[in-house]
C-alpha cells in the first residue's frame, strides 16, 4: 500500500528548499528604438509579468536538488536550464526574459546573466511547482 503524498506540505517544502532567488520575469510590449547618435537598437519594451521567488536549475542543479529532496522529481530535458516558480505564479509565455535579480546569499552564477522561455510552464496533474524551460541569451 501507497502513502498519499499531501501536495501542500511537498509544495512547501520544495518552495522553502529551492525557490530562494529572487527572478523577474518579463514581457516584450513593442520593437526597440533606433538611436540615431550610436545607430544601434534600444532595449526592447518590456513589462514586468512576475517578480518574486523563484530559481534558475541547469542540468547539473537539478541533479543537486534530487538530492535535497530525496527524490527524483524532474526528468532529464533537451533545455539545458529550468525556471522553477509558485505555481501560484502567472505562466510565463515563449519569449518571455527571466533574470534573476537576487542570488541567495549574493553568491549566484546566476547573476547577469539572461535566459528566454522556450515554451510555456510544463504541464502536470499534479503540480508542485512551475517548471518552465529556458534558453540562455546572456549578451557576450
Known sequence: ???????????????AALLVDTVRITRPTGTPQLDLETGLLGPVPA???YEGKGAVLSGHGQVTAQHVLGREWLDDTVSWYRLLTPVAAPVPARYDRVEVVAAAGGRGATANRVWQVLDPSEASTVEIVRVTRLDEITPP
Open 1 to 15: 500500500m501507497t502513502t498519499p503524498i499531501d501536495t501542500g506540505v511537498e509544495r512547501e517544502r520544495l518552495e
Open 47 to 49: 513589462e514586468v509579468v
